[in-house]
């Protein structure tokens, strides 16, 4: 899948399905940014707020003449025309259902060419947290979508947490005591790393790519 949080919690609270065993290409394509040797030297920490990159930007990385269809395939899919209420109507048009084939045909071949180097399974431990990430927000959701809906990879996802002690009070996530400093704690208005970045830059480039 490529960004699987949406997905995954549609189908658990809409239709009571867990979804799991999740491969999630958008990590891979953090990962294989991350390793490569023209970053590595300006990225050493894998906790640093990343900008994640959209589904038709990581596509640019294929060959083309690697691709199962043509690039152009996405001019198919333009929902302009009734907007996102499109993918609502039954049977879906014939547009839509070739759009996301060739998506689907050319999703393997987006993680063909990403996966070399990569550890895949830190890929897989990701994935698992990654999928849980809008699901587990059991609660309504904070009033400020901003720290929740934006594009940046959250926090802890390509690492675990050691301990789950303060809820940050921006995307509602729990995490170390050590995420925050002494007086925003004492504030109570402790905030992540990511959204800490939100705040500072006013939301900036918090519209997926």
């Known amino acids: 899948m490529f960004d699987c949080r949406d997905e995954a919690d549609t189908l658990h609270k809409m239709h009571g399905t867990w979804l799991a065993h999740v491969v999630d290409v958008q990590l891979i394509n953090v990962l294989s940014w991350r390793i490569s040797p023209r970053n590595k030297m300006r990225n050493r920490d894998i906790n640093s707020v ?12 294929i060959p083309r003449n690697s691709l199962k269809c043509s ?21 879906l048009e014939e547009r839509l259902v070739i759009y ?52 940046y990879l959250p926090h802890n996802i390509l690492t675990e947490a050691t301990s789950l002690d303060l809820q940050c009070t921006g995307c509602r996530k729990l995490f170390a005591r050590e995420e925050f400093n002494e007086d925003s704690i004492r504030s109570e208005i402790q905030k992540c790393r990511v959204c800490r970045w939100i705040f500072h830059n006013g939301g900036e480039f918090c519209k997926k790519n």
């Open 50 to 61: 990343h900008l994640l990159k959209g589904w038709k930007t990581c596509m640019r990385k």
């Open 71 to 91: 690039p152009n395939f996405y001019s198919t899919g333009n929902t302009r025309d009734g907007g996102r209420n499109v993918w609502e109507k039954r049977p």
């Open 100 to 151: 996301w084939a060739a998506g689907t045909l050319n999703m393997f071949t987006l993680y063909e060419t990403l996966k070399t180097g990569v550890d895949m399974e830190l890929v897989s431990e990701a994935s698992g947290r990654y999928v849980d990430y809008f699901r587990s927000l059991y609660d309504a959701l904070p009033v400020e979508t901003e720290y929740i809906f934006h594009s």
